[in-house]
């Protein structure tokens, strides 16, 4: 109980005398948001803040399976930066879960605020947090139909077949998206490819 405030007042000491504080357990800001981001040194910052609130509320909801528990840090996010479209895409997911029909909202809104390419990589890599192949899978086929050289399309499909088990798929997306990626010059994604490549490999022949 008197450690969290003790290290803030530590923090403020160093801070006003030109140091810097690093504080992890992003946990503890759960319920904070309105507080810390009152206190961020621009609102980007802020906004940081309020995203890595939201992805640690977003682990919580594909390790529990609580739609409704996500939702709330979703719409708590969306108090303070109601245009994020991250938590828009979120929200619309969720909400779609629920069976709600203001999903719809929650989507074309994200949808105003993306590029379509954005808007579909996001939905799809949200569907992979949440263990949801098939609606990845989908995300991912609509990005393909749009550029059929986009890597990224491939490398989030890939996680859908991947969470499906099927690794065969799997390995010949990954395989596509290294070979765009390095026609493109995507060094990181090139590399990110391979290495996933490697491991799924190795777990094709061990099955």
């Known amino acids: 109980m008197a450690g969290n405030p ?6 403020d000491l160093v801070i ?27 609102p980007a ?13 977003q682990r919580a909801l594909a390790s529990e399976q609580s739609p409704q528990a996500a939702l709330a840090q979703i719409d708590a996010g969306l108090v303070i930066t109601p245009a994020s479209p991250t938590l828009l895409n979120w929200r619309g997911i969720l909400l779609a ?13 994200a949808r105003a605020r993306q590029s379509e390419k954005d808007f579909l ?3 799809a890599s949200i569907n ?5 192949g098939d609606a990845a899978i989908a995300e991912a086929d609509k990005l393909i139909s749009l550029n059929p050289a986009l890597p990224e399309a491939y490398y989030v499909r890939a996680s859908g ?21 390095d026609a493109q010059g995507n060094s990181a994604l090139y590399a990110s490819a391979r290495i996933r490549l490697g491991t799924l490999m190795q777990r094709s022949v061990q099955q």
Do not use: N, P
């Open 6 to 11: 003790a290290t803030g007042i530590c923090s």
């Open 161 to 181: 077949y991947e969470i499906k088990d099927d690794i065969a798929k799997a390995i010949a997306d990954l395989e596509q998206a290294a070979a765009l990626a």
């Open 16 to 42: 006003a005398e030109g140091g810097r504080s690093i504080l992890a357990e992003c946990t503890e800001w759960m319920g904070c948001e309105e507080w810390l981001t009152s206190r961020a040194a621009s």
């Open 45 to 57: 910052i802020a906004e940081q803040i309020v995203a890595g609130v939201q992805h640690i509320a």
């Open 128 to 132: 992979i947090q949440l263990g949801a």
């Open 97 to 109: 879960q629920l069976g709600d029909a203001a999903s719809e909202d929650a989507f074309a809104q």
């Open 121 to 123: 990589l996001e939905r």
